[in-house]
């Protein structure tokens, strides 16, 4: 199974727990897929790294892009604020929105999959779109006292009773302002109109929140409150995912403050030019907790130290002839250099630690393959199924197989039904409670219908799933050969698991739709097959 460095005990059973389905169990958490390919999102406050943005697409990437091609490797940099005319952090919905775009970057990257940019401007608020009643309620009232307009936060957090504890949520600003998302010349006088509205009550209701919670940080209940910029939030959430594929660059313009010409982009200012104290401290705060997050380098081969890039630039006033000052023209050519190496460094690291150095291209593949259905099933697995306590309680044709299963030979458990009835979502509860009932000393195969490239028909599946049962424990090794001989192969691996009294729970949803009809006749065997008598566990 292993290609080289057949000694690495740790790539071998993170293999094997894949494939003897192990790793989905409570305290386990699925490996990432493997993927050919680099993708990024670059963060930043809106208008603050405009010329850095700028140079990573037309220098940085293009090089990055040719650097990769020959070992196969596709990258792309993902950045929220192009070709978008709208902050990201006044808008909580669209965080939410970029937050799963985070968690994909994360998943289907291979190394390195967040670029923050962090300067002398801590940036805009992200409004709670959740509040609880008692949350409200202070905040509301703690605003009367300081003797704060409470009509928007009336106008835009509306009670919803129908959730359980009934909350006030803040009302969508794009399903307010339809217009505020698309700009063309037919909506662009009410684009503009509504993006002030909006604009107007974000910046009040942002105002309103730092005051309550700076005057009244002494009270317990406005503790659980948070009111972090967009970026910040991004970092944090990327962090959580895995602190070694963040990046950061934190830009320091010295002698910056606010009386300086042009510095409105730059640093936190309130209406009047003066300086943003509450934003500033939080700014101050952030930049350390970055400093934390990549030092702690516990039980971690990548020096995490390195994801960080400091760099101090003099302020210059003429802000219009900044990228003709020598200064920012070295630091533009370090920010080129240092994205550069630090994610060719990163790759690589990823690669020498990663699964994928240590077998073969065919077992890369099926590992792959294997993994993407346990993907789906743990998606599948957290949503809830009406009534399925009672059927595993009352549901007597369940609860005799279950028990003849550990006893005697059986037959396999069937669910027929209309599309779109819930079969999926069932055999997938049943699964989860077997592994849950049976604990850590179960196997499981799990194949879903037309998921993968080779679950579209049924020769592939059984083929599939025959090549994983060669990796259960005592299974006998497949020779792989034409799909009969796999036939007798899976009824010896049956036997061999039944003799050892090793549990397996083979799962296969859709059965009915990967046929042909081109390939009926020639099927039938391994529907025989897949519906004989099965040994006892």
């Known amino acids: 199974m292993v290609s080289g460095h057949t000694n690495n005990h740790n790539q071998s059973d993170a293999y094997a727990n894949v494939m003897r389905g192990q790793v989905l169990f409570n305290d386990s958490q699925l490996p990432k897929i493997i993927w050919n390919q680099i993708k990024i999102l670059v963060i930043s406050n809106k208008d603050e790294f405009d010329n850095e943005r700028n140079l990573l697409v037309t220098e940085t990437l293009p090089k990055l892009q040719q650097h990769f091609l020959t070992q196969g490797i596709y990258v792309d940099f993902v950045d929220c604020n192009f070709n978008w005319n709208f902050d990201l952090s006044k808008n909580p919905y669209h965080m939410r929105r970029y937050m799963k775009e985070l968690k994909n970057a994360y998943q289907t990257s291979t190394g390195p999959f967040l670029l923050t940019f962090i300067g002398n401007k801590y940036g805009n608020i992200v409004l709670p779109i959740e509040l609880s009643t008692p949350e409200y309620n202070n905040i509301k009232n703690a605003a009367s006292d300081l003797g704060k307009n409470i009509k928007l936060l009336e106008e835009w957090y509306l009670l919803d009773d129908k959730s359980s504890p009934s909350m006030y949520k803040l009302k969508d600003p794009d399903e307010n302002f339809s217009d505020i998302p698309p700009r063309s010349i037919s909506t662009y006088d009410l684009n503009t109109c509504e993006n002030h509205e909006w604009n107007e009550a974000y910046m009040y209701l942002a105002d309103l929140f730092l005051s309550v919670l700076n005057e009244k940080s002494h009270m317990k209940s406005m503790h659980d409150i948070q009111l972090l910029s967009s970026v910040e939030i991004l970092v944090n959430y990327a962090t959580k995912l895995s602190p070694s594929g963040c990046m950061c660059i934190l830009r320091q313009f010295d002698g910056l403050n606010e009386r300086c010409k042009g510095s409105e982009n730059y640093i936190d200012l309130l209406p009047g030019g003066r300086l943003d104290k509450i934003r500033q401290e939080k700014l101050k705060r952030f930049r350390e907790s970055i400093t934390n997050k990549l030092s702690n380098n516990e039980n971690n081969e990548i020096n995490l130290e390195g994801n960080q890039t400091i760099i101090n630039i003099p302020w210059r006033d003429h802000t219009d002839s900044q990228s003709d ?100 979502l069932l055999c997938t509860k049943i699964v989860q409670y077997l592994l849950n009932t049976l604990e850590k000393n179960v196997q499981c195969v799990i194949r879903y219908f037309n998921l993968t490239s080779k679950s579209r028909n049924i020769s592939e599946v059984f083929t599939s799933i025959c090549t994983q049962l060669s990796s259960l424990e005592h299974v006998p090794a497949s020779n792989n050969e034409q799909y009969m001989n796999h036939i007798e192969y899976y009824h010896s691996a049956l036997a061999s698991l039944s003799k050892s009294q090793r549990p397996v729970i083979l799962m296969i949803d859709g059965i009915e739709d990967i046929t042909p009809p081109n390939q009926h006749a020639s099927s039938v065997a391994l529907y025989q097959a897949l519906l004989q008598l099965l040994p006892p566990k």
């Open 325 to 424: 000052d020598p200064d920012y023209q070295r630091y533009m050519r370090t920010l080129n250099a240092s994205v550069f190496l630090r994610i060719k460094s990163l790759n690589q690291n990823y690669i020498d630690v990663s699964i994928s150095n240590y077998f073969k291209s065919p077992e890369k593949s099926f590992y792959n393959e294997v993994l993407v259905h346990l993907t789906y099933y743990s998606k599948h697995s957290s949503h809830t199924c009406l009534g399925f306590e009672h059927f595993t309680e009352r549901n007597y044709s369940f609860k005799h197989w279950l028990t003849v299963a550990n006893t005697s030979e059986h037959y396999p458990y069937t669910i027929f039904g209309s599309r779109a009835s819930g079969k999926t």
